[in-house]
């Protein structure tokens, strides 16, 4: 019997104008009511998960690429920070790619640019790496920086007395990108280095953490066996999650590199892939029940 659900959020559990369905929220609900635990894990981190997840309930946050667990009230249960030295060493490599970053704290983000500026570089982006119109790059933007958690224009100085849970570099040009991969797991050689969902980002996190790290984590809390836990993702960030795990999904929008990772293919998030495996979790779940 499956006991607890873990899936990703961008890609997964939503759909590509990034909204629920009405069918996964369906589904999620009726592996509740089977006693089953629901949770979220995602490259995001837990206030930007509950403005998506406001239709769901006693959901778990599995947040930051596995930096931060929290239960349903939003308590926090682990949180894993990334060293001083490791902040350091990313606002040199900053400096050297001449790049856009984001700096997570557990309240906040900070970003090196400008308001403005930070605007008119992902407009400029979405336009000329994924063809957006100027009004659908806008409309982006604000899905993801609208929010009020963004602190502007700061320095390395603003940052290090917060806990920073996650270092990113974001809207990288194509051509420049596997580069980038590659130095960054030079200079953070140890630490979670990988590569998140929509566009040319790339994540750095303690070398605590993982997605599949805090699942079992909070398995070895909650006395969930591995057997008794499911995990779906398709992109980069959910490698680690989907190789800890024997029943995992893939889904059919993933990435190849996902898809060899994973032990089954749900099919994509245009098509509701996560509700049409929760329904045969509940079914089999009900099957052992009776049984």
Request: hydrophobic residues 35%; contains cysteine; proline residues 1%.
């Amino acid at each position: 019997m499956i006991r607890l659900f873990a899936s990703d959020l961008d890609g997964t559990l939503l759909n590509q104008e990034s909204q629920l369905e009405e069918e996964t929220l369906e589904a999620v609900r009726d592996f509740q009511k089977q006693g089953g635990i629901f949770m979220l894990a995602t490259g995001r981190n837990s206030w930007e998960v509950s403005q998506v997840s406001n239709h769901l309930s006693d959901v778990v946050y599995n947040c930051v690429n596995g930096s931060l667990l929290c239960d349903g009230e939003g308590k926090q249960i682990v949180s894993y920070a990334i060293e001083e030295k490791e902040a350091i060493a990313f606002e040199r490599l900053r400096k050297e790619l001449n790049s856009i970053v984001l700096y997570h704290s557990e309240n906040c983000r900070y970003c090196n640019l400008s308001l403005e500026e930070l605007r008119n570089a992902i407009i400029r982006y979405l336009i000329k790496e994924n063809g957006y119109t100027p009004e659908r790059a806008q409309e982006f933007f604000h899905y993801m920086f609208g929010d009020g958690k963004t602190v502007f224009s700061s320095s390395l100085e603003d940052v290090l007395p917060s806990r920073i849970l996650k270092l990113e570099f974001l809207f990288i040009d194509g051509d420049l990108y596997r580069e980038q991969i590659r130095r960054c797991h030079e200079v953070f050689r140890g630490c979670n280095v990988v590569n998140g969902s929509f566009f040319n980002n790339i994540e750095i996190t303690s070398p605590r953490s993982g997605k599949g790290k805090l699942i079992r984590e909070y398995c070895r809390i909650a006395g969930i066996k591995e057997e008794e836990t499911a995990v779906i993702g398709d992109s980069g960030n959910d490698i680690e999650m989907l190789r800890c795990f024997r029943n995992s999904y893939a889904m059919g929008n993933a990435t190849g590199e996902v898809k060899e990772v994973a032990n089954y293919l749900a099919e994509d998030n245009e098509n509701n892939g996560v509700a049409k495996v929760l329904k045969e979790i509940c079914r089999k779940n009900r099957e052992e029940k009776d049984a």
